[in-house]
């Protein structure tokens, strides 16, 4: 079922390269990408909202089995867009040449995906000029004003002027690493999910195997046109039926749960450039700690798997502020001294150094996604109410 709702989304400001370098163009087709997925969401909700009514996504995501449709995903809108019964064709333009450049978008994406994609000056403009086309036959306002600032820039470096760096910096790298924390949170969700998916599918396939055995051994009894035989029959095809929608689901889950994971490393990529620039801008970064939190607890080590459920306290740790961030605020905890705070997350970023989303229990115990398992980074529990 699908879960669109109004969300906070990240800033609609575009952050302007003060140079031209292959990481700072990762982040000029990744900020540009971000936002064209949010206004075309946006639009397509309104329009098809008129013609459809309030549920039209609803019923979007039960046609194609997909489990929480994200209508702001470029991989999905590129994807739904470009199949030729997408109901989303009734609202976008039908000429040959918008196909053709959600087309070349497509492939940029999956060249980046796979990290193949040459980010150079040449390859990142044209990208930022196709979103521009785009924007201006959809009239999304935003984007033509943003993309537009972009193509202007790229051109004055290109042209040899210089820049300061982008105020914003700061603030977009925390949006980047809460969007990461987020995509972590859907990938615990999503394992769940699958898990039980798969779970069901062995049982269904198990009663499959056993009607199978029984319809054969009434066979050979000569009893075929019994009503045992026939409620077997019946049973045995509505297992069959539920076991293909079962295998329909789980493929659907996997092919999600790995574009998600692609997605996931090319962020962590992103924010590890950008926290280097940071790192350069700010003499004193990373902040220096002065006394040692002991946050060990003596029945796990730090570091090691963490085998019981994650707490439901959400923390992001930032690689970009080095510091310990509210999952809903992006501000700093208020209820640990900076100090402490900021040794903490120190010790953290020395077992996860991409950072990322931190689930902390009742006792404090705090542990973090690092592949598909739990690992423990220590007990905050000084801290806690």
């Given at each position: 079922?699908s879960?669109?709702?109004?969300k906070k ?14 990481d ?14 949010q ?11 008129e013609?459809?009514?309030?549920d ?12 929480k ?7 999905f809108?590129?994807?739904?867009i470009?199949n ?6 009734k ?7 918008f196909?053709?450049k959600l087309?070349?978008?497509k492939?940029?994406?999956?060249e980046?995906q796979?990290f193949?994609?040459k980010?150079?000056?040449?390859a ?5 000029e196709?979103y521009?086309e785009l ?6 306002s ?6 537009n600032?972009?193509?202007r ?25 809460m969007?990461?924390?987020e995509?972590?949170?859907q990938?615990i969700?999503k394992n769940?999910?699958l ?8 049982q ?11 319809i054969?051994n009434?066979t050979?009894s ?18 069959k039926k ?6 329909d ?10 574009s998600?994971?692609?997605t ?15 790192s350069v ?6 902040k ?12 796990n ?14 923390i992001?740790l930032?690689?970009?502020r080095?510091?310990?961030?509210d999952?809903k605020?992006?501000k700093p905890?208020?209820?640990i ?7 903490i997350?120190?010790?953290w ?11 902390v229990d009742?006792d404090?115990?705090?542990s973090?996604?690092?592949?598909e398992?739990?690992?423990y980074l220590?007990?905050i529990?000084?801290f806690?109410d």
């Open positions: 079922m879960d669109f709702q109004t989304f990240m800033s609609n400001i575009l952050s302007l390269p003060n140079e031209l370098s292959e700072k163009n990762h982040l000029v087709i990744f900020d540009c990408t971000k936002l064209f997925g206004e075309l969401g946006k639009f397509c909700d309104l329009r098809m909202s013609i459809d009514g309030q039209w996504l609803k019923n979007l995501s039960n046609l194609r089995q997909q489990y449709i994200n209508l702001y995903d470029m991989a809108l590129l994807k739904e470009l030729s019964d997408s109901p989303l064709r609202i976008i333009p039908k000429s040959t040449s196909y053709n087309t070349i978008l492939r940029v994406r999956n980046n796979h193949s994609f980010h150079t000056n040449s990142t403009k044209e990208v930022v196709v521009f924007s201006l036959e959809l009239q999304l935003v984007c033509v004003e943003e993309f600032l972009m193509i820039r790229l051109n004055d470096l290109e042209a040899g002027k210089s820049f300061q760096v982008d105020p914003n910096l700061v603030s977009k790298l925390g949006e980047i690493e969007q990461k924390a995509m972590e949170d990938l969700e769940s999910l898990l039980d998916k798969e779970k069901k599918l062995n269904v396939q198990k009663i499959i195997s056993e009607s199978n055995s029984k054969e009434l050979k000569n009893e075929q046109k019994t009503s045992a035989f026939n409620k077997l029959n019946e049973d045995l095809e509505k297992s539920e076991a293909q929608e079962l295998r689901q789980v493929h659907e889950l996997n092919a999600q749960k790995e998600d994971e692609i996931e490393k090319e962020i962590e990529k992103l924010i590890a450039a950008l926290a280097g620039s940071l801008i700010n003499e004193d970064f990373p220096q700690q002065t006394r040692k939190t002991q946050l060990d607890n003596p029945r080590a730090v570091g090691s798997f963490w085998d019981k459920p994650k707490g439901k306290r959400k992001t930032s690689v970009g080095r510091d310990l961030v999952s605020t992006s905890l208020e209820y001294p900076e100090e402490s705070r900021i040794e997350a120190e010790d970023l020395s077992v996860r150094p991409s950072g990322g989303r931190v689930f009742d404090g115990n705090a973090t996604l690092i592949g398992s739990l690992v220590g007990n529990s000084d806690l």
